[in-house]
Every structure is written in C-alpha cells, then in structure tokens.
C-alpha cells in the first residue's frame, strides 16, 4: 500500500470507529428526554429510574464521542491539508459549530443534567436534556453539510485572490439536498442502534430486574420505529444520489451497460458481470428514479462521460466493495428490525419471550451498528476517486510530504488508542447494566446527588 492507500485506511479507521458513537448519543439522549419528560407527566417513579439509568449510559458513550470526534477532525490537517486548505473556507466553518455544539451546549447542559437532580427545579432540569437531545441532532445536521458538500459540491465559489474555494452561503450549505435526504436517514439508523442497545441490556437484565421489561420493549420499539423509517428515507436518499451521482448507483448494482426496467440483485457471483444472480425485477429503477421502466445509466456509459467531461482516468469506484456493502447495510438494517418485531410481538399482552429468541438478543446491537458502518463504506468509496465529487480527485486531497512511515505510525498508534478505550467503554456500560436502577427510598427527586457513574 502506498501513502495515498495508508492516509485513506487511517481515515477510514478513525471515522469509522467514531461513528460507532455517535449515533449512540443521538438515540441515547433522545430517549433520556422522552423518559424525564414521561416521568414529569405520570410522576411513576420507574420513569424517573429508567431515565437515570439511560443517562449514565450516554454520559459514558457521549465522553468517547466527542474525543474520538476531535481526533476524526484533526485528520483534515493530519493526512488531507490539501483539501483542507483548498476547501478550508467552505468546509471549515461547518467543522467549527459542530464543535462548539458538542463542546459548549451539549457538555454544559448534560453536565447540568448529571449535577442538578435535586438542585434545579424539575422542568428546568427536563429542558437541560432536551437541550441536549436538540443539540445532538442539531450537530448531526452541521456535520452532515460537510460530508454532503463532498458528495454535491454547492455554495462555494473560486476565490481568484487565493486561488482557493469560497462560501458564498451557509444557509445553502446546510440545504444541499443531499443534506436533507441524509439527515433523516443518519437519524433514524440512529435510532436503530440505541433501541437496540437498550433491549440487548434490558434482556440481559431482565431476571434481576423487572422494570427492564419496560425498558426492553421500548428499546425494541425505537429499535422497530428507526428500522421504517430507515427504508422510507433510504429511498428518497438513493433517489437523490442518483441524481448526483449515478455512478455510484450503478456501482451498487454492477450495472455495467444501461437499462431500462433494471433489475436488483439480492445475490450474484461472477465478473465483472454476475453469471449467476437472484434478482427482483425493475427494482433498481423504481430505487434509482421511483419508476419500474425508468432507464438507469450503467458503469460503462458513466465511465465515456466522465472521461469526456473530466479528462482521462477511471472514474469507476471499487465495484465488490460498493455492490457488497450495500446489499449487506440493508440486510442487517432489516433483520435487526425484523427482530425487534418479533421481540414485540412475543412479548405482547405480558407474555415472555421464548428462550431460544433472548438468548441471542444482547447482541443485537451488532446487526445495526454493521448497518450503518457498512453505510458509510458505500457513501464514502462509491464515490471514489474524487474527494469533492466532479471537483477534486482523492489523489490531490492529501498531505504534502507526508510518508509512509509517518501514517503506519500514527495508525498503530491510534489503533492502540482505539482498542483500549473500546474495551473501556464496554466494561463501563456493562458495569452500569449490572447495577440495579435506583430504588425509589435511596435515591428520590428531592436528592440533591445521583449515584455515580461508576
């Protein structure tokens, strides 16, 4: 691998592994707030309870959060200066709220949060989490601007003084409609993930104790709720994809030759085309552009244009790479979902859930974590070569002077890192899973102190 492999590997790494976080603290902090606020309204204790308990789950998964964050951001100046410093103008600013929004507004307010049970009055102290839920999601949205400006490049103009890209406006920034159809898209696989951890504790505690039950079936719930409306908004954003980016489309199907009523492949072996596939007819048009006869450009149609609009070169993305992953985002998103379902509905009307079945559920969380990892794969690959789509090629976004040696270095060294606070984060949430929710005659509202974190 050379320097230009090593520096994508890294980033890679990094991101990944701090989006396994993230959309934790979306979920985690919405679901905090529904519980205070559930409990303000019925004044049962074992809100009150379930709502602690969630909270020091997201204290501990927002911590690594924002670190692994920081470090995911210092990658621009790190490995990709060059597009740092031609897209600086345009992409900065986005980077900088984001920052400010989990640094300033959602720590002080979860710290609020944390501190204030006892101290603060009861609705105020419900708003410090619902400020932190909104600035979450608010931090999804920003953050998602820059990424979607790589994918459809808006809002800037070249500034012939530096040579380099300008903002010419934020609010378009922010409204790119890649945006727009990524948002509720990230946020409802957010859901995904956080019901899912949710049940996988509850299950696992259940015999110990009762009130979990609750919990778990509301884990399975959002779990459930975030696997519709995953799909709902999967189909408008691979609408809009295609739109912008239809290679990237076409490489999801290894579609080589355009067609009209293209089929979708659940399964298919051979290349570089499938001599042996399962396919669900004029799926892949209905995907691409909401009808069965629409005509979908393929890979070798896209590969002549771009070469006449962009100069010499392959513009073909990793093909294995791109078909594979999208096929198995949206074979775990839906098995995780199906799942919850079926949780659901064999522990309706108080029933228990038959063994076989909860055995199994405390990994659960694997099936949409897998999902929006293997997401994020296929945005960020399927659009290869370029770094900003049409506008700057991968090649030219990195680090000037930047070796080998220097990259194997710090991977290793943030790999290290990596592991160890992952095995940190496990052994504090499962510590937290094994301790019993608060009783309501140690620990009431009135307390001025919540027991701590660990």
Do not use: C
Not at 105 to 123: D, I, K, N, S
Not at 321 to 335: E, K, S
Request: aromatic fraction near 12%; charged fraction near 15%.
């Amino acid at each position: 691998m050379d320097v230009l492999d090593l520096t994508r590997l890294q980033f890679a790494v990094v991101t990944i592994y701090h989006y396994f976080f993230v959309p934790l603290s979306i979920s985690l902090a919405a679901v905090a707030a529904g519980l205070e606020i559930t409990w303000l309204r019925t004044r049962d204790d074992k809100w009150r309870d379930l709502t602690r308990f969630v909270g020091k789950l997201l204290i501990v998964t927002f911590a690594v959060g924002v670190v692994t964050g920081l470090v995911q951001e210092f990658q621009f100046g790190m490995g990709w200066s060059a597009f740092a410093k031609f897209y600086g103008d345009v992409f900065g600013p986005t980077l900088a709220i984001e920052g400010m929004l989990a640094f300033f507004l959602e720590a002080t307010f979860l710290a609020l949060w944390y501190f204030g049970w006892g101290r603060l009055p009861r609705l105020a102290h419900a708003a410090t989490i619902v400020i932190v839920s909104l600035g979450t999601i608010l931090s999804a949205f920003i953050i998602l601007a820059a990424n979607s400006f790589m994918q459809n490049p808006i809002a800037y103009e070249m500034d012939p003084a530096t040579g380099r890209a300008r903002l010419t406006s934020f609010t378009e920034l922010l409204l790119n409609k890649v945006n727009l159809a990524a948002f509720p898209h990230t946020l409802s696989g957010a859901a995904m993930i956080g019901g899912a951890l949710l049940l996988a504790i509850a299950v696992w505690r259940m015999a110990a104790e009762p009130a979990h039950r609750t919990l778990a079936r509301l884990g399975a719930w959002v779990m459930v709720a975030g696997g519709a409306a995953t799909a709902l908004t999967g189909d408008h954003l691979g609408k809009v994809i295609t739109s912008v980016q239809p290679m990237k489309m076409a490489a999801a199907e290894a579609l080589y030759s355009s067609a009209s009523g293209a089929p979708f492949s659940i399964f298919a072996t051979g290349k570089p085309l499938p001599q042996f596939s399962i396919e669900v007819p004029y799926l892949l048009s209905i995907l691409a552009k909401g009808s069965p006869t629409a005509t979908v450009q393929g890979i070798d149609d896209l590969q002549a244009q771009y070469v006449a609009q962009f100069g010499p070169g392959s513009y073909v993305p990793m093909i294995p790479v791109a078909f594979w992953t999208f096929r198995l985002m949206i074979g775990a998103g839906m098995l995780a979902a199906a799942i919850g379902a079926l949780y659901l509905w064999r522990t309706r009307k108080g029933r228990e859930a038959p063994r076989r079945l909860t055995r199994w559920l405390p990994l659960i969380p694997v099936l949409p974590a897998a999902a929006n990892t293997l997401g994020w794969i296929f945005t960020e690959t399927a659009r290869q070569p370029w770094i900003a789509f049409g506008l700057t090629k991968v090649a030219d976004g990195i680090s000037p002077g930047l070796t080998s040696a220097e990259v194997i270095a710090s991977l290793a060294g943030f790999t290290l890192v990596y592991g160890v606070v992952a095995v940190v984060w496990f052994r504090l949430i499962r510590h937290l899973a094994r301790q019993p929710l608060a009783p309501s005659a140690d620990i009431s509202d009135k307390s001025p102190e919540l027991a701590p974190v660990y």
